[in-house]
């Protein structure tokens, strides 16, 4: 009788872990490429202002109800399944009204493009009005910082 079995193997005790790897890196991938599309929001260029920021116990609690508007005057709304799908006057009024209903004291803001027409921004904050917003703001950028010689 032989000691030796020929037949038999020996069991490996190491993970392969190159098939993770492959995974890994095609995740990555993928978030790489998907991960600009997932920034939302309208393009809007806003006006330069040296304004006060808000009190950060205000926005602490919720997000703030934003209302977008575009160099072409489209009204965007921060809420909803679509917040970068443009919206009428009508149904902005209504998601506002909707909003501020369950939160009264919600943060409204007004995020209005600097080539938007003033006309349109003041409809839009009577819109705003409308919905039972008692305090609107307005988004601004911060000028630029003058450099010193």
Excluded: C, H, W
């Excluded at 009428?88 to 004291?105: V, W």
């Excluded at 803001?109 to 409809?123: Q, S, T």
């Excluded at 409308?130 to 305090?135: D, L, P």
Aim: proline content about 9%; cysteine-free.
């Amino acid at each position: 009788m032989p000691l030796v079995s020929k037949g038999r193997r020996r069991l490996m005790g190491e993970i392969n872990v190159v098939p993770y790897i492959d995974v890994m890196l095609v995740l990555l991938i993928i978030f790489m490429i998907t991960a600009p599309l997932l920034t939302q929001g309208i393009k809007v260029e806003l006006p330069k202002a040296a304004a006060e920021p808000l009190d950060p116990n205000e926005v602490r609690n919720q997000e703030p109800l934003v209302l977008s508007i575009d160099a072409q005057g489209r009204l965007y709304l921060n809420l909803g399944a679509q917040p970068t799908q443009a919206l009428d006057d009508a149904t902005a009024l209504a998601r506002a009204t909707a909003a501020l209903r369950r939160a009264p004291q919600r943060v409204v803001l007004v995020k209005g493009d600097r080539g938007a027409n003033y006309g349109r921004v003041v409809e839009a904050m009577v819109l705003l009005q409308q919905a039972g917003a008692s305090k609107i703001g307005f988004l601004t950028d911060p000028p630029p910082v003058p450099r010193r010689s």
